[in-house]
C-alpha cells in the first residue's frame, strides 16, 4: 500500500511573501540537490489564478545497499514535475509533484497547500502530504521505508530554504524601505522567518 505523511507548519510570514519567495527559493544553501529549474508552462486562466508547470532535475543518490542490487548505469539524476495553482482571491498556492523517471523503483507524490490565514495576515499555514510507493517485487518495503526517510530529510531542507529565500526578501525589503543596515536587516529578518515546528504529522503503511 506504500507510505504516507502528513504535516502542518505555520510559517511566520504573510502568504504573499511566501509566494514570493517560493519562486525564488533555487538556489539556496539547503536545497544543493536541486540542480535545474524550467518554466514549462505557464498560463492566467479566466478566474485571474495562474496555472504553472515546472521541470525541476534533482540528484538521485541511492543507499548503498541499493547500489549492489541495481545496475551502475541508473541514472543518478530524477526529473520531477511540478504543476501549481496560485489563487490570489483565496490566498491559497497549491502545488503537485511527482518523479518522471524511476518510477517503478520508486514513485512520490507530494501535494502542499499555503495558505492565507484570514484571521492572522502574517502567517501561512503549509499543509504537506506525501504518497510513496514502489513496484519492485520483495523489496518494495524497504525501498518505500527509504524513500518515506529521505523524503522527511528532504522536505526539512525544504522548509529552510524557503525561509533562506524569505531572508533574502525581507532583507531587501527593510534596507530600500528603512535604511537599515545589512546587520539590522538581517536580525530583523532571522525574527520574521522564524517559522514553528510542525504541528501534526501522521504516517500509515
Known sequence: MGKYFF???????????????????????YSTHVLTEDVVFREVTADNCLLSRRLLTKTNRLPRWAERIFPGNLSRSVYIVEDSIVDPKNRRLTTLTWNLNHSKLMMVVERCVFYGERDRPVWTRLTREAWISSAVFGLSRPIQEFGLSRFKSNQTKAMKG????????HISGAQSHHGDTSKDAAE????????????????FV
Request: aromatic share 8%; charged share 25%.
Open 7 to 29: 504535516n502542518e507548519t505555520e510559517i511566520r510570514s504573510a502568504w504573499e511573501h511566501v509566494l514570493a519567495a517560493f519562486w525564488q527559493r533555487y538556489p539556496n544553501p
Open 162 to 169: 524557503l525561509e533562506h529565500a524569505l531572508s533574502k526578501l
Open 188 to 203: 530583523k529578518a532571522k525574527n520574521l522567518t522564524k517559522s514553528s515546528t510542525s504541528q501534526k504529522s501522521q504516517e
